[in-house]
């Protein structure tokens, strides 16, 4: 049987404490803790959070795993209900102006936007922005939907992806005024996902009254780009993370599915799924590593929360 050394080409070293800047596969001893220990990396797993305090479906959010917004949706009838989730619990915050599901934002936990959707009526444009503590109507999407994707660091600058109106290819950027509309996608649909900051986005996933689509675009601030394409086609998926480092998580009407992929800035990678299969579902997080999943439908609405964690990790060595 070969040993350590022969495989790593060094012994197994004691440790006072896990040391600083450990290499994938090393083993050490931890003389503190008396263990065996390795740095590995996890390919990822999603773990029960807080319920959120309304249950619903079509509803906007964002923000970190740690620090995320969930806004609007339906609950029959819809909702303009906001909840702010510090890590492990949901508290109500201050509502939106006005009640709607398949709305969508953009932004972080006290500087958000949230735009569009159905009210009724159909396809609205109205746009709200977040403070931190409370909403404020400022300036009309220039085309009204819903079922659309939105991104953005802020509330000044936000992108507004795809929709229905009916299904349209139509982008539009805000700039903390007004907004503008730039050049569309390059495959019109809606109940797609969208992430990353305003002129480096992604997006993936969605419908056209008709198949599902896997199709995933890059957006340079100026156009977009046409790159690889989901594994499993899907729409209405939760969604975070950046242009480069993104996760795709749930989706379909029907069935519900639970597949999760991680991109990497080139391809998708299929990963663990989640612990409840649903559709029309939030999704935070800063990357492929740290994310959250909240609310959809199951097929039933759900206020369920997920928790994704990813990456380098250090692991006990037990003999079980």
């Not at 079509?58 to 609007?72: D, N, R, V």
């Not at 992604?202 to 601030?221: I, K, R, V």
């Not at 800035?265 to 029309?280: K, P």
């Amino acid at each position: 049987m070969a040993e350590y050394k022969g495989i790593k080409g060094n012994k197994i070293q004691n440790y006072t404490t896990d040391p600083d800047n450990p290499l994938t596969g090393q083993v050490w001893y931890n003389e503190t803790d008396q263990v065996l220990k390795t740095f590995y990396v996890d390919p990822g797993s999603w773990a029960t959070g807080g319920d959120l305090n309304t249950a619903r479906n079509y509803i906007a959010g964002t923000g970190t795993q740690t620090a995320a917004l969930a806004f609007g949706g339906s609950a029959l009838p819809n909702t303009g209900a906001t909840e702010s989730y510090d890590g492990s619990t949901w508290t109500e915050v201050n509502d939106l102006n006005t009640a709607r599901n398949a709305l969508a934002g953009g932004g972080n936990q006290t500087s958000a936007l949230a735009f569009g959707g159905e009210g009724p009526p159909s396809n609205l444009a109205l746009t709200e922005s977040w403070n931190g503590t409370s909403w404020t109507e400022v300036n009309d999407l220039n085309t009204g939907r819903q079922y659309f994707a939105g991104t953005g660091a802020d509330n000044t600058s936000v992108l507004a992806i795809g929709g229905y109106s009916p299904t349209t290819a139509v982008t539009e950027t805000w700039n903390g005024t007004s907004w503008t509309e730039v050049n569309d996608l390059n495959t019109a649909r809606y109940g797609l996902g969208g992430v990353g900051p305003q002129t480096a986005a992604l997006a993936f996933a969605g419908n056209n009254l008709g198949p599902l689509f896997s199709q995933t675009e890059t957006w340079n601030g100026t156009s977009w780009t046409e790159v690889g394409d989901l594994n499993t086609a899907r729409d209405f998926p939760g969604d975070a993370g950046t242009q480069t480092a993104a996760l795709c998580f749930g989706g379909g009407t029907p069935p519900k599915t639970g597949a999760t992929e991680s991109w990497n800035g080139t391809s998708w990678t299929e990963v663990n799924d989640l612990n409840t299969a649903r559709g029309e579902l939030a999704g935070a997080g800063t990357d492929n590593t740290s994310a959250l999943a909240f609310g959809g439908s199951a097929p039933s609405r759900t206020g369920a929360t997920e928790e994704w964690t990813a990456g380098p990790a250090t692991k006990t060595i037990t003999s079980s």
